[in-house]
């Protein structure tokens, strides 16, 4: 356990103070507590930019389940690096902007700083994880932690909605890429990533390569919201504005891409990853810009801007991915877009997290984020709208911010595709730049919207609920810092260039670089008059058409059948498979113990009476029985007297003392057997069950034998007898058969050298086999817990049933 | 009806302590000799379930306010606890320590961490068990 474990753990720690603080210090808002620990992280993984500059990394490593080789190796590089500033850089600002978003009196602040610490602890430990399953479990957790702040105003049907549309696709891809994860270990024999990558050769000729592939991206896709399964993201904008920043925009849905470019060196050199992740990509920001046009809620707009964004970047690491195919750094023009890729990474962060922000005041301020209803807020709010004019013309590629380079670099990625003679580019290669060009087009268009709707026309004071003025300067912070990094990144790029971009983009194509040697990736403003600033042209002159006449062709949008989209598709399957299960459960499951029971013991006596049957396992082994003793016949005559009592009791309780008889009997013959401890055990559970028993006896029914009809009764001897028969046969067989010496002579042996304990029963118990102990007060616990709910819950309603009457 | 259990009321507050000190003794002598978590447990449940029946739930739940869901939260934390403060040393989950160690009044004692998680399994069992009756018995 190193400082840097410390720091991946250090949230989830941070977390269990939380409650304590928001309940112990109620007059000072919890967020001043929980931002420290970002702001301290961050300096803390600044720290390590010198290391990585050079492109050196940290490892970190202590044991998880050694036997399984699962090991909790905490890896920083320049990538891991980069997304841990992200993280907790973002996550400081958003911190101090929710301080001022969230009223402490009215919100439930513990539960929000609570989900936020374990969402940024889970996120760290994904992009600092060497180890593939350590990766999965914070990858689970991220989109646990998403789903429950999604649902953080769960009184609202929109908000639970969305995070179970969240929770389902994005838990679907993560087991899918459990799936994928497990057959690169077996294909690998690790679950290292450095491991596999060094394999990578190896791995492309193997028959799972393909499987794993697709697997993993699912995974990724469903992450960051890729085509087909980009729905979930624009539902999950109905989680608080700071959350949809953070999570929804700046980190969480980097994950899937923060997987891909990690597991580039091992998949790259397949075509069908070039091409999936390409093409999927490709379309994908094509498809969330030309949708995001059409909303009318701001929310809205950056939710499919940033599935465009995030498909944008995609793409560019598929394309990327060509890089690799060369086996030098020269002329290598393709790693541009890898860089491109890690350039618009963070400029995304800034700038969306800035429109994000925005949004959040002009809510906050207004009431409202319906763009119909909004207008002419710009001489209410001036500085807001300076902030959003430049997050949103940064968005749009428009020098001088930072938008504008990495869409250039990204033109350029596109463009050189068309020259490139691998995986028959020449057909179909085309298609990259040009819609690489329309879904620029379309970012304009919305860029503009976002602005304009929303600052400059008619002020409509009667559609608004308060009367809009400036946010408070808290709020005002975080955007504006955000804003002012879009700018400087905008004026001097290579402030980035060799402390952030070249680590990170080295880490994704680490076969082309050398020990020692770094990758060129001095950003310039002006190449010249090239096809990349003619594509910006056009985009400008075309948006700003577009945008004049919008109020034209946005009725096209209409045209599109609402029946046939991909959300009523998540709707009605999601309602097939509950009408589906719901009736399938209703078919079988009737309300009766009886039927359950029954159900229970025959195919007990199925399965295991056909198991001993087709192998053979009835034998009959004779010779090494102890002699009957006299003790043991009386408990038998006892045993048999006590479950005829049972069978023929007129009254419950007879039957339930015959019952306790019964055990008691059964403890007697361990006694018998010499061994006390289950003796001991079964007297005392005998006991508190007969006392259970009594107590629920007020509750069943009179014990009626009179109208029970033949077959029930006949069924009942049926099962009973059949039950009997298998559990004695297989005792007998049991005794009869020595496949194997026992494991007595181990206990024997080691009871007193390894766990320095006498009694062998309890030494298992709690040592040699204590996790199976720790399962059972688990599942005990759940059994007890559950009793009480279903009671008191039964309870509750009869109370207000009488109530309402 | 009202019944008459002078006789069994007054005996149970006896054997009431017998039992638990009994039990105590069980979950003690868990390691040498018969005894454990489950089965100290379970007979301090029987003892609380003796109470029970020769008083009722009221008069128990006031002579000991005890909220057992509150137990089994308590019992868990410390059977997990045990298991994983082992991580803490850098040692498996689940890797337990023993030794002997002087304490004044006891004397030469010997301690094992397995205790530890044997009282969280006691715990869980008591929280559990009572938990149960609890609901059950409140529900007429």
Redesign the interface.
């Known amino acids: 356990?190193s400082l840097l474990h410390l720091a991946i753990f250090s949230p989830f720690l941070m977390a269990i103070f939380v409650p304590f603080l928001y309940k112990g210090l109620k007059s000072i808002h919890t967020g001043w507590f929980v931002l420290a620990l970002p702001i301290l992280l961050f300096t803390y993984f600044i720290g390590f930019l010198p290391i990585t500059r050079n492109n050196g990394t940290v490892e970190k490593s202590?044991?998880w389940?050694?036997s399984l080789g699962i090991h909790f190796t905490a890896y920083v590089d320049g990538l891991g690096l980069l997304f841990a500033l992200l993280i907790t850089g973002i996550g400081a600002l958003v911190v101090l902007y929710s301080i001022f978003y969230l009223s402490k009196e009215k919100e439930s602040l513990h539960n929000f700083y609570v989900y936020l610490l374990l969402f940024m602890g889970a996120m760290l430990g994904v992009v600092l994880s060497d180890n593939l399953i350590t990766l999965y479990m914070f990858w689970e957790l991220t989109s646990i932690s998403s789903f429950l702040l999604i649902a953080y105003w769960y009184d609202r049907e929109r908000s639970r909605y969305g995070a179970l549309k969240s929770m389902l696709l994005t838990v679907f891809g993560g087991l899918s890429m459990l799936g994928g994860i497990l057959l690169l270990s077996i294909m690998g024999d690790t679950f290292s990533i450095r491991e596999l990558i060094s394999q990578a050769g190896e791995l492309n000729q193997h028959p799972l390569f393909l499987f794993a592939l697709i697997l993993i991206l699912l995974g990724a896709f469903t992450k960051s919201a890729q085509f087909p399964f980009y729905i979930w993201l624009p539902d999950a904008m109905e989680a608080p504005t700071p959350v949809s920043a953070y999570l929804h925009s700046a980190t969480m849905v980097k994950a899937g891409i923060y997987l891909v470019a990690r597991l580039s060196p091992i998949f790259a050199f397949s075509s069908y990853w070039f091409w999936i992740v390409g093409a999927i990509g490709i379309f994908t920001m094509f498809w969330g810009s030309f949708n995001a046009v059409k909303q009318t809620d701001l929310k809205g707009i950056l939710a499919f801007s940033t599935v465009s964004q995030l498909g944008l970047i995609m793409s560019l690491l598929g394309v990327g991915a060509a890089a690799l195919h060369f086996d030098t750094l020269n002329d290598n023009i393709y790693i541009a877009a890898v860089i491109a890729a890690v350039f618009h990474l963070i400029n995304h962060a800034t700038f969306k997290g800035s429109l994000f922000m925005v949004v959040g005041i002009v809510d906050h301020e207004t009431g409202t984020r319906d763009i119909r209803k909004l207008g002419g807020l710009l001489s209410f709010m001036p500085v807001t709208f300076t902030i959003a004019v430049i997050g949103a013309f940064s968005m749009a590629g428009l020098p001088p911010f930072n938008g504008f380079l990495s869409k250039e670099m990204f033109f350029t990625g596109m463009i050189q595709l068309v020259n490139l003679d691998l995986f028959n580019l020449e057909t179909w290669g085309m298609l990259f730049p040009i819609l690489a060009w329309i879904g620029s087009i379309f970012t304009f268009i919305y860029s503009m919207m976002f602005v304009f709707k929303t600052f400059s026309g008619k002020y409509q004071p009667e559609k608004l609920d308060k009367k809009p003025h400036e946010a408070p300067v808290g709020m005002l912070i975080s955007p504006i810092i955000l804003a002012f990094l879009v700018v400087l990144f905008g004026l001097f790029p290579n402030l980035l260039s060799y402390s952030l971009i070249q680590p990170a983009a080295a880490a994704i194509v680490p076969s082309l670089v050398g020990p020692g040697e770094l990758l060129d990736v001095h950003i310039s403003h002006w190449h010249g008059f090239n096809p990349e600033l003619w594509m910006t042209i056009g985009v400008i002159a075309v948006g700003t058409l577009m945008y004049l006449t919008l109020s034209k062709w946005i009725k096209l949008y209409a045209l599109f059948p609402g029946k046939v989209t991909l959300n009523a598709l998540y709707d009605t399957s999601l309602y097939a498979a509950e009408r589906g299960s719901y009736t399938l459960t209703k078919a079988y499951m009737n309300g009766f113990i009886r039927t359950y029971l029954v159900y229970i013991f025959a195919f007990f006596i199925g399965i295991l009476g056909f198991t001993m049957w087709t192998r053979q396992a009835l034998t009959i082994d004779t010779s090494n029985l102890a002699p009957i003793g006299v003790y043991e016949i009386v408990l038998v005559v006892i045993i048999t007297a006590g479950i005829f009592t049972i069978l023929f009791a007129k009254s419950r309780l007879t039957s339930i003392i015959a019952l306790g008889a019964v055990g008691y009997t059964v403890s007697l013959f361990f006694v018998i057997f010499r061994a006390?401890?289950l003796a001991?055990?079964q007297l005392?559970?005998e006991?508190?069950s007969v006392?259970?028993f009594l107590?629920?006896f007020?509750?069943l029914p009179k014990l009626n034998r009179h109208e029970e009809r033949m077959g029930f009764k006949l069924g009942n001897l049926i099962i009973s007898l059949g039950v009997g028969a298998v559990i004695s046969l297989m005792a007998i067989s049991a005794h009869s058969n020595k496949m194997f010496e026992s494991i007595a002579s181990f206990y024997v042996e080691n009871t007193y050298k390894e766990?320095?304990?006498?009694?062998m029963?309890?030494?298992i118990?709690?040592?040699f086999r204590?996790?199976d102990?720790?399962f059972e007060?688990?599942v005990?616990?759940i059994?007890?817990?559950g009793?009480?709910g279903l009671?008191?819950l039964?309870?509750a309603k009869k109370g207000e049933e009488a109530d309402e009457n | 009806m009202k019944t008459n259990d002078v006789i069994l009321q007054t005996t149970s507050k006896v054997v009431f302590f017998i039992i638990i000190l009994f039990a105590i003794h069980l979950f003690f002598a868990g390691h040498y000799h018969p005894g454990g978590g489950f089965v100290g447990g379970l007979m301090t449940s029987g003892a609380l379930v003796l109470l029970l029946l020769a008083f009722d739930i009221k008069t128990v739940a006031k002579g000991f306010p005890i909220d057992y869901k509150i137990l089994i939260g308590i019992g868990l934390l410390f059977a997990i606890g045990t298991a994983a403060g082992a991580l803490v040393f850098n040692v498996p989950f689940f890797t337990h320590v023993f030794g002997d160690v002087y304490l004044p009044i006891f004397g030469e004692t010997s301690l094992h961490t397995a205790m530890l998680f044997d009282l969280g399994v006691y715990l869980v069992v008591i929280g559990v068990t009572m938990t149960i009756i609890q609901t059950i018995g409140e529900s007429e």
């Open positions: 356990m202590f044991d389940i050694p006390p401890d001991l055990t005392v559970i006991t508190v006392a259970l107590l629920c007020y509750h766990a320095a304990g006498k009694n029963v309890n030494v118990l709690v040592d204590g996790f102990t720790l007060i688990s005990l616990a059994a007890g817990l009793i009480f009671i008191k039964r309870l």
